[in-house]
């Protein structure tokens, strides 16, 4: 049993780097990567296609720049880019498939995925293989889920991933979206994790032992909010269980430790990011959080609990506001009154 190993160091864990890897930084580590044994590679802006011109942050380098870097170096390793509907044009599936990508990941929210329909179109028009994330999964229940699946399998997409975007994913509720989507169609599923609750690892090795064709990890977790499941960890993780990644377990923990490990900016957990986790609310809205919260002088993580109870989805500001000033006649403001907000971005997406 092979499961490849998608690396999105150098997408998801741009975020932590404000965007900011350079041509250099992506052919080094991609090439690294496709040495240790990584079969696909994702690169560019972490929001994907289209997201610096769009005013998500501006990128160190343009879309075409993070492709090129990537084909100039790779030999065996696929590579492409993340995409989301509205931010990417369907131009931008054109010119990744010019530079040579050989796959696209169309991201949408799981409650609505209609806008990918022509993306997905577009992309097989060109021969790339496409991969439908479903954003924010954890907003529908099982069978609806499955029901999205089915449909994306229609629209032509090659593989179906899962996305715990806010980390808060329980192993129960994976396992009913594994099993609801294998008992109505057959598309191959991937995941793709946030270690908010401290589970990406173990989740992603679970998704394994339940088919998953595909999964998503990131050098030294490096990635939005809280991280992504770590490639180290989790090819150590299934190379004891005998499953074959193809990856070189010392190799990868080498390049990990060179080129990632002195980008990383921690100290301890953040209650932010386990509130995150634990709410089920997706971090591309802290600002309009942190906003309110300092508007009202209350405590964010109270804030972030109580509006996910209303809506999982979006964040409006009448609705945070309206949710906040209930709070303020509560409580009191919290004994850690201010929160380091620095590593969160208003934009940020999957």
Do not use: W
């Amino acid at each position: 049993m092979k499961t490849q190993i998608l690396d999105t160091t150098l997408r998801d864990g741009s975020y932590a780097i404000d965007f900011q890897f350079t041509a250099q930084d992506t052919a080094v580590i991609a090439k690294e990567l496709e040495l240790a044994g990584v079969d696909i590679i994702e690169v560019g802006h972490g929001v994907g296609l289209g997201a610096s011109e769009k005013g998500f942050g501006k990128a160190f380098e343009t879309d075409r720049d993070y492709l090129a870097a990537a084909g100039k170096v790779l030999t065996r390793a696929k590579y492409g880019m993340f995409c989301i509907p509205g931010i990417a044009e369907l131009e931008d599936i054109d010119m990744a498939a010019d530079m040579g990508a050989q796959f696209i990941r169309i991201g949408t929210n799981a409650n609505d995925i209609s806008s990918s329909e022509a993306f997905i179109a577009r992309a097989k028009k060109h021969g790339l293989f496409v991969s439908a994330n479903f954003m924010k999964s954890y907003v529908l229940e099982a069978e609806d889920f499955a029901e999205k699946a089915k449909q994306t399998q229609e629209y032509g997409s090659d593989v179906l991933c899962v996305v715990d975007s806010s980390g808060g994913m329980l192993s129960s509720e994976l396992k009913s979206y594994f099993e609801a989507v294998q008992s109505i169609c057959d598309i191959p599923l991937g995941f793709h994790g946030h270690n908010n609750l401290g589970l990406a690892v173990a989740h992603s090795v679970q998704a394994v032992e339940m088919g998953a064709a595909i999964v998503d990890t990131s050098l030294q977790g490096m990635g939005r909010s809280a991280g992504n499941a770590a490639t180290e960890l989790v090819v150590a993780a299934l190379d004891r269980m005998g499953i074959e990644t193809g990856v070189d377990m010392l190799r990868v923990m080498d390049v990990g430790e060179k080129y990632v490990k002195p980008l990383i900016r921690g100290n301890g957990l953040s209650s932010l990011d386990m509130v995150t986790g634990f709410a089920q609310f997706h971090s591309s809205y802290m600002s309009t959080i942190r906003k309110y919260a300092s508007k009202y002088n209350i405590d964010p993580r109270i804030l972030i609990i109580e509006l996910c109870k209303v809506d999982k989805v979006d964040a409006p500001e009448d609705l945070v506001e309206s949710i906040a000033s209930g709070i303020s006649e509560k409580t009191t403001p919290p004994l850690t009154s201010r929160f380091d907000f620095t590593a969160y971005h208003g934009n940020e997406q999957s």
